[in-house]
């Protein structure tokens, strides 16, 4: 519950999250970078959120990853954000 209130903070009209690292998220929420992981692989297991698509260098789209120096975007996936839009309007 934690991390998904850390990412509303975030979330932009079109249902995507700003940039925000694990260790950001963490203080916020004053959880464990390990237990802030733990979490959004978990909404990601239920299908809450998505990462998002972006091209590679041999030009194919694939899910945005984390890296060394490099945050991961993300989204909610199209199933939440339709009840999540719903709410809001």
């Not at 079109?14 to 237990?35: C, L, N, V």
Request: glycine share 6%; aromatic share 10%.
């Amino acid at each position: 519950m934690a991390v998904i209130m850390s990412l509303c903070r975030y979330v932009k009209p079109d249902g995507t999250f700003g940039r925000i690292s694990r260790e950001k998220m963490s203080y916020e929420t004053a959880m464990t970078p390990a237990q802030v992981s733990r979490g959004m692989a978990e909404l990601k297991e239920k299908l809450v959120i998505e990462p998002v698509p972006r091209m590679s260098l041999d030009g194919r789209w694939r899910p945005d990853r984390s890296n060394f120096g490099h945050v991961a975007t993300y989204r909610f996936t199209k199933e939440a954000w339709s009840y999540i839009k719903n709410d809001i309007l």
